[in-house]
């Protein structure tokens, strides 16, 4: 599998972006789909992942409630809707697929990762 994230910018806090991650390659649908946000110096960050089918969800409580992410399996696309941004989401926000079907936490369980998109929020 492939995957290209783009969507990212620079926003004032408040402002929303909606991230997109497109994929090519293998059956996209065999695999959970992941968020990471990495910011410079810093441990890559889990955020959020939707399950195979898209009925597991799981966020980071650092984003609860402010972000949601969705696929859609016939455009072999994944989304990060962002709202509310805060200063603390500065980074750069990675997609990724993982064999993991129920979608999982832990970024060394994903085989396939997207190149990032910058997300910079100023206060």
């Known amino acids: 599998v492939q995957l290209q994230a783009s969507g990212g910018g620079l926003v004032q806090a408040g402002d929303s972006l909606r991230l997109s991650c497109a994929a090519s390659?293998?059956?996209?649908?065999?695999?959970?789909v992941g968020w990471f946000r990495q910011e410079s110096g810093k441990e890559r960050e889990f955020v959020a992942t939707?399950?195979?089918?898209?009925?597991?969800?799981l966020y980071a409580d650092s984003v609860k409630g402010r972000f949601t992410i969705s696929r859609d399996g016939f455009k072999k696309m994944a989304y990060l809707e962002m709202t509310n941004l805060k200063p603390e989401d500065t980074g750069v926000y990675y997609c990724?697929?993982?064999?993991?079907?129920?979608?999982?936490?832990?970024?060394?369980?994903?085989?396939?990762w997207g190149q990032g998109t910058q997300v910079t929020v100023s206060s």
């Open positions: 939707i399950s195979w089918s898209g009925q597991t969800i």
């Open positions: 990724a697929a993982s064999r993991i079907l129920l979608g999982t936490r832990a970024s060394d369980e994903y085989e396939y």
């Open positions: 390659g293998q059956a996209f649908g065999a695999y959970a």
